[in-house]
């Protein structure tokens, strides 16, 4: 199977492409991390497969609407 028919075949069972399947598991286990107020974010994007800071906080604000340091402040203060 060619890799563009792939894609096709998974987005069409799924209705997600693969990227994006894999970055929501990684937003998932990001959002699991944070819950560790002593955790870095750089442990935590590293832990999570980004190889980018700029990367996992544009994906992370994408899925959640929230920078990764707004996201964990909120935590925090028990808004989440």
Known sequence: ???SHF???FKNELGIS???FINDERIR????LQQDPER???EVYMECGFENLSYFNWVFKRK???SFSEYQATFTQGYV
């Open 29 to 32: 286990l990001a959002v699991s």
């Open 7 to 9: 894609y096709r075949v």
């Open 18 to 20: 693969p990227v994006d």
């Open 64 to 66: 959640k609407n929230l």
């Open 1 to 3: 199977m060619s890799e």
């Open 40 to 42: 870095k974010i750089k």
